[in-house]
């Protein structure tokens, strides 16, 4: 997935939205903003551009690895997450 997909723009612009209901955005806000949203930027081309030598040294077994691990780490947030949205709907089964 891009880090600038629908889902990221709407994680980030949410909160924001939330803060700016009680509190105006002045320089200040904006500036921390700005930063903050920098920082991310420079992580993110950080992971990026270090991903190729990372995916070298790991070589084919530790990326399969590593893909099977994280796969899991999806499925089980993702299994955590539906069991929160049936539990809100049926919240019986939360007893």
């Known amino acids: 997935p891009r880090p600038s997909n629908p889902n990221a723009v709407a994680v980030t612009r949410i909160p924001i939205t939330r803060v700016t209901m009680f509190m105006p955005i002045g320089p200040s806000r904006l500036s921390i903003i700005s930063v903050v949203s920098l920082l991310v930027a420079v992580i993110v081309w950080l992971a990026f551009r270090s991903a190729g030598p990372i995916g070298k040294r790991l070589g084919p077994i530790g990326m399969?690895?590593?893909?099977?691990?994280?796969?899991?780490?999806?499925?089980?947030?993702?299994?955590?997450?539906l069991g929160r949205g049936v539990g809100g709907l049926l919240p019986g089964l939360m007893k």
């Open 64 to 81: 399969n690895i590593v893909t099977r691990v994280m796969g899991i780490l999806v499925t089980a947030t993702a299994f955590g997450l």
